[in-house]
C-alpha cells in the first residue's frame, strides 16, 4: 500500500527528443506528488508537483500527467537537453497529518549531444 | 543564503565504530529527516522529526540513531549494529507551504565502511 514504482530504471534519449518516466503508486490516500532532480554528488531538488485534483501541470518543459484513477502519473521532458542528464525520483505524499514521503526507485537519463 | 548543511561530505569508518553525520538547516523548517540512498534503491527513510526534542523511526532506523534537541539540528549515528552502512546519506527539511510538504535537501554525506 505505501510502495511508488517507477520506471524505466534507466533512459537515453537524443537531445530534442521527449523523456518519458512513469510511476505508479497504491495508496489512493496520497495527495500530493513531486517530482525531485538529482544531479551526481548532489542532494535532490524539487522539480514540479502535482495534486490529484488536476490532471496535467506545466512548468517550462517539464510536465505532470496524472490519471488518479489508474493511481499513475508521470514526468515529461520535452525538447530533452544534455543538462537534463540526472537522475528523478517521484514520491508521494501528504499534505496533512503525518510529513512522510515515499520515494520511487528513481530513473537514470542521460541525454545525448 | 538559506540552506542545510551537511558534514562531512566523505567519512571512512572502520567495522565496529559508530559515526555521526551532521545536519545544520538555517530554513526555519519545523521538520528534519534523515533518508539513505543506495544504487537502485531509491530513497528510503531513517528517522524523521516533525518538531524539537520529538522523532519518529522510518522504514529503516535499525542501527541508527538521531536526536533533535535544537530546531536547527539533526544529527544522525551509525551505530556498529548497522549491518551494511557503506551508503549516501540525505538530510532534508520541510515547512508546510500552501497545503504542500515541500522538501528542501542537503548535499548529503557519503559514508564509507573499510
Known amino acids: 500500500q505505501q510502495q511508488v514504482k517507477q520506471s524505466p530504471q534507466s533512459l537515453i534519449v537524443q537531445k530534442g527528443g521527449i523523456s518519458i518516466i512513469n510511476c505508479a503508486y497504491e495508496?489512493?490516500?496520497?495527495?500530493?506528488f513531486p517530482w525531485y532532480q538529482q544531479f551526481p554528488g548532489k542532494g535532490p531538488a524539487l522539480l514540479i508537483a502535482i495534486r490529484p485534483d488536476v490532471s496535467e501541470k506545466k512548468e517550462g518543459r517539464f510536465t505532470i500527467s496524472f490519471n488518479k484513477s489508474a493511481k499513475q502519473f508521470s514526468l515529461h521532458i520535452m525538447d530533452s537537453q544534455p543538462g537534463d542528464s540526472a537522475t528523478y525520483f517521484c514520491?508521494?505524499?501528504?499534505?496533512?497529518?503525518?510529513?512522510?514521503?515515499?520515494f520511487g526507485t528513481g530513473t537514470r537519463l542521460k541525454v545525448l549531444a | 543564503d538559506g540552506g542545510i548543511t551537511q558534514s562531512p561530505k566523505y567519512l571512512f569508518r572502520k567495522e565496529g565504530q559508530n559515526v555521526t553525520l551532521s545536519c545544520e538547516q538555517n530554513?526555519?523548517?519545523?521538520?528534519m529527516y534523515w533518508y539513505r540512498q543506495d544504487p537502485g534503491q531509491g530513497l528510503r527513510l531513517i528517522y524523521y522529526s516533525q518538531i524539537v526534542n520529538d522523532f519518529q523511526k522510518g522504514d529503516i532506523a535499525e542501527g541508527y540513531s538521531v536526536s533533535r534537541e535544537k530546531k536547527e539540528s539533526f544529527p544522525l549515528t551509525v551505530t556498529s549494529a548497522q549491518k551494511n552502512p557503506t551508503a549516501f546519506y540525505l538530510c532534508?527539511?520541510?515547512?508546510?507551504?500552501?497545503?504542500?510538504?515541500?522538501?528542501?535537501f542537503g548535499a548529503g554525506s557519503r559514508l564509507t565502511v573499510l
Open positions: 514520491a508521494a505524499g501528504f499534505t496533512s497529518g503525518t510529513y512522510k514521503y515515499i
Open positions: 530554513l526555519n523548517h519545523d521538520a
Open positions: 495508496n489512493t490516500a496520497f495527495d500530493y
Open positions: 532534508a527539511s520541510s515547512m508546510r507551504a500552501s497545503g504542500a510538504n515541500v522538501l528542501t
